[in-house]
């Protein structure tokens, strides 16, 4: 910003700081809403990003600790609590490895399979709403400059 005019870094030190208190309330909102949207289910917004990862086909075997929290970008502190949570409700569990007999892996029961299932529609009514005056292209490119945001703080 050294060769802008004054007038300009200004408005650009706003405009950054408008975006990212904006982020802030966003996922503010993520979690408020998302647990409102998902109460019935007695399922936390945190407790729905594991699900997710772990219904994934990639995940089908599970997933360690460590692969979990660098998939989901969560500390692996913040990580074992909802675990454990999900753990004691039946919808996760802890099995050794097949290729490691050492490792230890998380996935879905039967029952979280189902969970899983019936949260979809909710789900996906919440993101259609959430969403709602962003069009294919428009969520395309929003992925893209979330993904390049993401990448440069990752690099900081």
Same mark, same amino acid.
């Given at each position: 910003?050294?060769?802008?005019?004054?007038?300009?870094?200004?408005?650009?030190?706003?405009?950054?700081?408008?975006?990212?208190?904006?982020?802030?309330?966003?996922?503010?909102?993520?979690?408020?809403?998302?647990?409102?949207?998902?109460?019935?289910?007695?399922?936390?917004?945190?407790?729905?990003?594991?699900?997710?990862?772990?219904?994934?086909? %990639?995940?089908?075997?599970?997933?360690?600790? #460590? =692969?979990?929290? !660098?998939?989901?970008?969560?500390? /692996?502190?913040?990580?074992? @609590?909802?675990?454990?949570?999900?753990?004691? %409700?039946?919808?996760?569990?802890?099995?050794? #490895? =097949?290729?490691? !007999?050492?490792?230890?892996?998380? /996935?879905?029961?039967?029952? @979280?399979?189902?969970?899983?299932?019936?949260?979809?529609?909710?789900?996906?009514?919440?993101?259609?709403?959430?969403?709602?005056?962003?069009?294919?292209?428009?969520?395309?490119?929003?992925?893209?400059?979330?993904?390049?945001?993401?990448?440069?703080?990752?690099?900081?």
């Amino acid at each position: 910003m050294k060769d802008l005019t004054p007038e300009k870094t200004l408005a650009i030190v706003e405009i950054n700081n408008r975006l990212f208190f904006r982020f802030f309330q966003t996922a503010n909102t993520l979690h408020t809403k998302g647990t409102q949207a998902l109460s019935e289910f007695g399922v936390t917004t945190q407790q729905w990003s594991v699900l997710g990862a772990l219904s994934r086909p %990639q995940a089908a075997e599970g997933m360690t600790v #460590g =692969e979990l929290s !660098r998939y989901l970008l969560v500390s /692996r502190q913040n990580l074992f @609590g909802i675990l454990n949570r999900l753990e004691r %409700q039946g919808y996760v569990e802890r099995v050794t #490895g =097949e290729e490691d !007999r050492r490792s230890r892996k998380v /996935r879905l029961t039967a029952k @979280g399979e189902k969970l899983w299932a019936d949260l979809a529609e909710p789900i996906h009514d919440f993101y259609d709403k959430a969403l709602k005056g962003l069009s294919f292209d428009d969520r395309i490119t929003f992925i893209h400059y979330l993904n390049v945001l993401h990448n440069n703080m990752a690099k900081l």
